[in-house]
């Protein structure tokens, strides 16, 4: 058997362990994603007509969606945190290391899982959104593909960060603690409100993190706003974040335990 035939099969052998995992246990799931509803919810109908500045709450709704999917996204990839500090602590990953298996499969296996649960995480969330009056009239078929496509990419490389917070988390509430700025980051972007009515000091640290140019990017892919450069920038942010992620994650793994 070729090696690429073994990391293939090894790699699906993992990935259908961390959706059974996810199936049999989905209140960590469940517990993630109500973060984001409640903040989707809140937002809309109790801070709506004044955070719109007299746009409206159509228009917010229309505003809010696109950072409260990619913050579902950051959510979503606590549980990937926790589920690797799982395996780390409760001896399965020694198990493995002494099985004949592709050594790598172990980590495909829970970045794959949770990029699945993600994007079926982004779909219920959209669903929320759409059912309280989110609406995306001008968007073209190629157009709702590129936001599908960026939205798997952010949720690729902020997987492959959690699986290096994960690996070097002594237990799980650790792993939940450490991972938390994933979800945390979204709240310092534009996903509430537009960069120009936060503090001038404050507006660097928002406009140059990952979570704020990919939020423009959705929104201008799904409501036709100006993308400008920040099209570019996603890309930029989720490579390098996917290439760490995978360079911190291997090597912590492929390190020999003491």
């Known amino acids: 058997m070729s090696t ?5 099969r090894d790699s699906t052998t993992m990935l259908r362990r961390n959706l059974l995992h996810a199936r049999r246990y989905p209140s960590l799931t469940l517990n993630l994603l109500l973060t984001p509803v409640m903040l989707l919810l809140l937002f809309v109908y109790i801070f709506g007509n004044t955070m719109s500045g007299g746009a409206g709450r159509d228009a917010y709704i229309a505003y809010l969606v696109p950072g409260i999917l990619l913050m579902t996204i950051g959510s979503t990839t606590i549980g990937t945190a926790v589920s690797v500090s799982n395996d780390m602590t409760e001896g399965i990953i020694a198990r493995f290391r002494t099985m004949a298996i592709h050594r790598p499969s172990v980590l495909i296996g829970h970045v794959l899982g949770s990029v699945i649960q993600a994007v079926l995480s982004v779909i219920l969330v959209g669903a929320v959104g759409l059912a309280i009056g989110f609406r995306s009239t001008d968007a073209t078929a190629l157009e709702w593909l590129a936001a599908l496509g960026l939205l798997v990419l ?3 490389a902020l997987t492959w ?12 509430e650790a792993a939940s603690n450490n991972a938390m700025p994933l979800i945390l980051l979204p709240l310092l972007s534009s996903a509430f409100v537009p960069l120009h009515s936060m503090p001038g000091w404050f507006q660097p640290i928002a406009q140059y993190q990952p979570f ?25 942010w989720c490579l390098a974040l996917t290439a760490l992620g995978y360079r911190w994650s291997t090597t912590t793994f492929n390190r020999d335990p003491k």
């Open 161 to 172: 960060i959690a699986v290096g917070m994960g690996l070097v988390s002594p237990n799980a």
């Open 154 to 156: 952010f949720a690729l």
């Open 4 to 8: 690429i035939t073994l990391a293939a």
């Open 212 to 236: 704020t140019p990919a939020i423009e990017t959705l929104r201008g892919l799904l409501l036709g706003t100006a993308i400008g450069n920040n099209g570019w920038i996603t890309i930029a």
